[in-house]
């Protein structure tokens, strides 16, 4: 009787240790399809965040086409997406279009049309205005790109360069900060601060050119220079014909009929012609040297076809010594001066 009951006790723990086994083999495999079920959805949901070679259209607040590509596209979370290679063509105004590029970009959020882009960034006009870069903001919506880092803009023969800058497409105004420098074809330009005005088209028919600061503008016939600032304004449609005005310590070298004139003024105006001066005004502690045979003083003067008549406290230096006169009109092919109103004569020893 009590070898029976050691016998059932024997397989009733042999039942129990197999059960064990059993349930200890199956929990394992349970854990085990578990990590992978867990593994594949995280797999799948990285997935879901991530795109390769995407076009997408949308639409600017004013209803205006916007097209995207992207090699890759990367949802960080629910408000910003990393876009890699994009290019995003817009609408700058209902008869011009504008590209950018950049290797990285992030939108600020889905609802908003504002871009960071860095990287080899690019923006290119319809009418070929380039402008390149490594940083940039883009609000499409309000057609405004700016950045802080150097920058280089061309447009046919025209380059500039600068440390910052600020294009507002809607205005057509492009705005160059710090160490601006740049060439029109054979002329240079330098400043502090440049503004560009367009009138119809980006990159064509500007209608206003204002430099800030220490500015000049050289060309082959003159050199206009000025600390305060350089205003330069189309007067036609055709461009043959500019205003130029400058202001604060002004200074302007330059040639005509083989004369040399050395200017310094407060305040200058110039009438341009296919980039010839025909007519120059200036006032305010005037003072013209030309060549090294004459100088003149006064408060006011202009400079028209052949004559420069100077009036106001007028002083004539030349060879026969200091004229003092209240108008002084020099023809500059003869050479010869009238005096209105002389005060006398200082000869030289």
């Given at each position: ?294 100088s003149i003083k006064g408060d006011r003067g202009v400079l028209e076809n052949d004559f420069l008549t100077v009036t106001g406290n007028t002083v004539i230096f030349n060879e026969k010594g200091k004229i003092l006169c209240k108008k002084a009109i020099l023809n500059t092919k003869t050479n010869d001066i009238k005096v209105y109103d002389s005060k006398g004569i200082i000869k030289r020893n």
């Amino acid at each position: 009787m009590l070898n029976r009951k050691w016998k059932i006790r024997a397989i009733s723990f042999l039942f129990v240790g197999a059960a064990g086994f059993i349930f200890w083999k199956v929990g394992r495999s349970v854990f085990a399809v578990t990590k992978v079920i867990h593994e594949r959805e995280e797999s799948e949901i990285s997935e879901k965040n991530e795109f390769t070679d995407i076009v997408y259209t949308s639409f600017d607040e004013n209803s205006n086409k916007i097209t995207l590509k992207s090699s890759k596209v990367k949802e960080k979370n629910n408000e910003t997406f990393d876009f890699d290679n994009m290019v995003t063509t817009f609408n700058i105004s209902p008869e011009e279009t504008a590209t950018i590029f950049a290797d990285e970009s992030r939108f600020v959020s889905k609802e908003s049309k504002q871009c960071e882009m860095n990287g080899n960034v690019k923006l290119f006009t319809e009418e070929g205005l380039l402008l390149e870069t490594e940083k940039s903001f883009v609000d499409i919506d309000k057609k405004i790109a700016r950045g802080d880092t150097d920058i280089k803009i061309t447009q046919d023969d025209t380059k500039f360069f600068a440390k910052k800058y600020q294009f507002d497409m809607g205005k057509k105004i492009v705005t160059l900060i710090k160490d601006v420098k740049g060439n029109i074809s054979d002329d240079s330009v330098t400043a502090d601060k440049l503004v560009v005005e367009f009138d119809k088209v980006i990159g064509k028919d500007f209608k206003r050119v204002h430099a800030f600061g220490n500015s000049s503008y050289k060309t082959n016939q003159y050199n206009l220079r000025a600390t305060k600032d350089i205003i330069y304004t189309k007067k036609d449609t055709s461009h043959t014909k500019q205003y130029t005005e400058a202001n604060g310590n002004v200074n302007l070298d330059f040639k005509k009929d083989k004369r040399s004139y050395f200017v310094t003024s407060d305040h200058m105006t110039m009438d341009i012609q296919n980039n010839i001066v025909e007519k120059v005004i200036a006032q305010n502690n005037l003072k013209i040297k030309i060549d090294d045979t004459t100088s003149i003083k006064g408060d006011r003067g202009v400079l028209e076809n052949d004559f420069l008549t100077v009036t106001g406290n007028t002083v004539i230096f030349n060879e026969k010594g200091k004229i003092l006169c209240k108008k002084a009109i020099l023809n500059t092919k003869t050479n010869d001066i009238k005096v209105y109103d002389s005060k006398g004569i200082i000869k030289r020893n």
